[in-house]
């Protein structure tokens, strides 16, 4: 990856407001269901002003942007990110990891509540989105916690959070293990519209345990964890949901079991929904060959029959959003032996050229995958984003869907670099990144 003499990041709030045209790029926006070649206006407030005939719009004073060969498409929604901060900087800062995902083409990002504190009070909220308000990057949704502390003893306060700004809960990181709690969450979080995301784990069937549970586990002397680990939570929580109502979101689904769960209970009305990880359809469990610190994470990466169940889940919508689990840690966490070191990878700049590989295959067309990075996660958090909508907030991606580059790690935005990615050929740039209308990255060529 280029290093910041090539590219360039800028907050937004330093940027005189403005027109900007566009021009002549192909705009997805699934949304809308449009496509075609076009100029993009936004106008001086950061809205969307309008879609024109590619070529046709007067540029005037306007910023003027060219995207021919390129596509246009709404920013890209994260709705599973670990900013670490409060209480964990080493790692990672909102600032940091606002940087990190505009450079990927993400323009709104949901932070899970695994900080120190940990986000279960109004105050955490508040911090959090002062935090990102004077980074001037990304936008910034909190996650709230189910319980507090990340216990898993007593709910926490769901409705001071929703007051000062959440958009769903979770104790991500953790699962909720009492069934009665989860049940009690899922009843109060309709007061609210709340989505809950849960972390599928049976810490009885994963405790101890590494990487999957497998022929590679077995040969490297490693402990697995089995796939029932991840779907017996998901059988629990989808039948706890048809008993309560609510939304439930399962985050990071990893294994063909689960999908099939998750497909079914959406065919009986469920409101159930689901994201995958880009390294959970790109890598299996061989590539934690070597004791490669890097490869290891929660969910782990499965058997290759698992990777092709999430793609198919991606292809015919069962799974409904593309979603990173950007999760930085400090490099003397993974350098150390392989039981020791922590779970989880940086994702917000590999997202896109990743999700690209899937579109190649022929695994989903464009406006699928655009869809998933995009307005599925939007919806599923109720936010104003994810569409190029006349008079939405104009928060852009433009990428390169064919440029090539490598991969540095040590050239990563985030704060922290612990990617089993390093050095691998990409397909897929962005280029420029708008964030209510304001260029926050730029691609220098």
């Not at 100029?39 to 060219?66: K, Q, R």
């Not at 469990?285 to 499965?302: D, F, I, S």
Request: with cysteine.
């Amino acid at each position: 990856m280029s290093s910041d003499k090539s590219s360039r990041c800028e907050r937004g709030s330093e940027r005189s407001a403005r027109k900007t045209v566009i021009s002549k790029g192909r705009v997805v926006d699934p949304a809308s269901d449009f496509d075609e070649i076009a100029d993009l206006l936004v106008d001086e407030d950061g809205l969307i002003e309008a879609l024109l005939p590619g070529g046709s719009a007067e540029i005037g004073d306007a910023e003027f942007i060219d995207a021919a060969g390129q596509i246009v498409a709404p920013g890209f929604v994260d709705m599973h990110v670990h900013l670490r901060e409060p209480g964990q900087e080493y790692k990672e800062t909102i600032a940091s990891g606002a940087k990190s995902a505009v450079s990927g083409g993400v323009t709104s990002l949901a932070c899970m509540a695994n900080t120190d504190p940990v986000n279960d009070s109004a105050a955490v909220t508040r911090y959090i989105i002062e935090k990102a308000q004077e980074a001037g990057l990304a936008n910034v949704f909190p996650i709230g916690a189910v319980s507090v502390g990340l216990r898993g003893e007593r709910m926490a306060e769901f409705g001071e959070m929703y007051e000062a700004g959440i958009v769903a809960v979770s104790d991500d990181g953790m699962p909720v293990a009492d069934s009665a709690l989860m049940r009690r969450a899922l009843e109060y979080s309709r007061m609210f519209s709340l989505p809950i995301i849960a972390h599928e784990e049976d810490c009885g069937l994963c405790q101890g345990a590494v990487m999957n549970e497998g022929a590679t586990s077995l040969r490297l002397g490693l402990k697995g964890m089995p796939s029932a680990g991840e779907s017996v939570m998901v059988a629990r929580d989808i039948e706890l949901l048809r008993a309560a109502g609510g939304k439930l979101h399962i985050a990071h689904i990893s294994c063909a079991e689960a999908v099939e769960m998750v497909r079914v209970a959406k065919r009986q009305g469920l409101a159930v929904t689901a994201e995958a990880a880009p390294h959970h359809f790109t890598l299996d469990e061989r590539a934690v060959e070597g004791y490669n610190t890097n490869a290891k994470m929660k969910p782990p990466l499965r058997s290759p029959r698992d990777v092709e169940a999430v793609c198919e889940g991606l292809a015919d919508g069962t799974i409904d959003a593309i979603a990173t689990d950007h999760a930085p840690h400090h490099r003397d966490e993974k350098a150390c032996e392989f039981d020791c070191a922590a779970f989880g990878i940086v994702g917000l700049e590999t997202m896109l050229p990743l999700s690209l590989e899937l579109l190649r295959k022929g695994v989903f067309p464009l406006s699928r995958m655009i869809d998933a990075m995009s307005s599925a996660p939007a919806r599923i958090l109720g936010l104003d984003r994810g569409s190029l909508a006349v008079g939405r907030p104009a928060d852009i991606v433009v990428f390169d869907p064919d440029a090539e580059w490598t991969l540095i790690a040590s050239e990563l935005h985030s704060k922290s670099k612990n990617t089993p990615f390093d050095n691998w050929t990409m397909r897929g740039r962005v280029t420029r990144t708008l964030v209510g209308g304001r260029s926050v990255w730029e691609q220098q060529v």
